[in-house]
């Protein structure tokens, strides 16, 4: 029965190896911190993660799930709402509209899981959602579950959003989805220019905040934050897979009804397991830690400004950034790809893109800096860009 279907698939997998698409993962053998042990015993600095606040071996948090373990148990074994919700649920949700300034917030597996759940309960064929087109995949496989009549805008572009504003005035609600931070380019989404538009024409909008919160804004409360907008977004989404501790688990915060709305009838909310209560008792903990100082936050700006300058001194093109993601342009594939291959060799870990992940002919390599990385880690990087880039003759 499967020998078709076999053909079939290896006969994919080779277009894809062909085309130099295939994704090999390498394996790590440590914890996922500043400095990591690879399967090759080699010891590298990590450029990579989207650990940007460096608290994904914090000891504080690995400390808060232990405890949890002792006092909560390990798992839920059930979805929230028949015997899946725990005090420590609850606490977390609080936790997460405290930090956003919001009314309330609904917890997920994951914040693909938050986005796959948004739209459909909440809008229909009477509706228009207005999408930004460099959208995280997980917003547009959400959207792609609900009946609202669909409008894309060129990436940050003011004047299509308005135009598709104007055409959607024929639908009953308006919703404008936007990343917070792209996560190719690490422009932040013009959130004040939009939610002015927003008001003009009668639009609600939604953040996804997965590589904003905890990175953006003086205290990282996101794009709102740095917008001075909040309380004034309807809906938010984001992920503590990332800044806040890189575990595992997604969320939506926002008005009080929508998020009730959520709970009610979220298809991943619904039929999908609760997360683990060690996951929530480390989130909570992490919340707090924003909280109590901003030294996380102060340091991940200061690194990301060091770097940046340092880079540019060297002579690299980067994009311009206003977030801890900076993009080295290299413009060739196969440049980018050669170029990561031997700054591992460095013992820089880090990743270069090129199309279909970004537009033809602007190959990069992303770097994220992150509030683990030392000033040493930070030379060492510089220090293995320049002579590497020197050698291919990206810089002079
Ligand atoms: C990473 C990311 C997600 C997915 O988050 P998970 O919690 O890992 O599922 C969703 N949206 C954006 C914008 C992201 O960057």
């Known amino acids: 029965m499967y020998q078709d279907f076999q053909k079939h698939l290896q006969k994919e997998l080779k277009a894809i190896e062909e085309a130099g698409l295939y994704k090999n ?60 919700t725990g005090d420590l649920h609850k606490q977390l949700e609080a ?18 899981d938050a986005n796959g759940g948004v739209f459909e309960p909440l809008l229909d064929e009477n509706d228009a959602i207005i999408s930004d087109s460099l959208n995280h995949a997980s917003i547009i496989d959400g959207v792609r579950l609900c009946k609202a009549q669909r ?47 927003a008001t003009k024409y009668n639009a609600m909008v939604m953040v996804d905040e997965s590589h904003s919160a905890g990175v953006v804004g003086k205290t990282g409360r996101g794009t709102t934050e740095q917008f001075n907008l909040r309380g004034k977004i309807e809906i938010l989404t984001g992920t503590l897979g990332k800044a806040f501790g890189g ?8 008005k009080k009804e929508i998020i009730d709305m959520l709970r009610q009838r979220s298809r991943p909310y619904l039929f999908s397991n609760s997360i683990p209560p ?47 993601i900076c993009a080295v342009m290299l413009y060739d594939a196969k440049l980018s790809q050669q170029m990561a291959a031997k700054l591992l060799d460095e013992g820089i870990y880090v990743t270069g893109f090129y199309y279909p992940v970004v537009p033809k002919d602007l190959a990069r390599i992303r770097v994220q800096v992150s509030a683990g990385h030392e000033i040493e880690h930070l030379d060492k990087c510089v220090a293995a860009f320049t002579k590497i880039g020197k050698e291919l003759g990206v810089i002079k």
């Open 278 to 324: 060690m996951i929530a008792a480390a989130g909570i903990r992490m919340f707090d830690m924003m909280s109590e100082t901003n030294e996380l936050q102060d340091k991940l700006h200061s690194n990301t400004d060091y770097f940046v300058s340092k880079m540019k001194a060297a002579g690299f093109d980067i994009k311009p950034t206003q977030s801890a």
């Open 25 to 84: 993962e390498r394996i790590i053998t440590s914890a996922q911190q500043a400095a990591i042990r690879v399967s090759t015993g080699k010891e590298v600095l990590n450029f990579c993660a989207n650990n940007y606040l460096g608290l994904a071996n914090s000891k504080e948090l690995i400390k808060a799930a232990k405890e949890a373990l002792d006092t909560h148990g390990y798992g839920m074994s059930s979805v929230r709402f028949i015997c899946g």
């Open 151 to 197: 409008y894309r805008y060129a990436n940050a572009n003011m004047d299509e959003l308005e135009n598709c504003l104007k055409v959607a005035q024929a639908q009953r609600h308006r919703l404008i989805v936007t990343d917070g931070v792209f996560s190719m380019d690490g422009n932040v989404a013009p959130l004040d220019k939009i939610y002015a538009l």
């Open 247 to 254: 575990a595992v688990g997604g969320f939506t915060t926002g």
């Open 95 to 112: 936790k997460i509209s405290e930090f956003f300034g919001t009314e309330d917030a609904i917890l997920y597996a994951a914040c693909f």
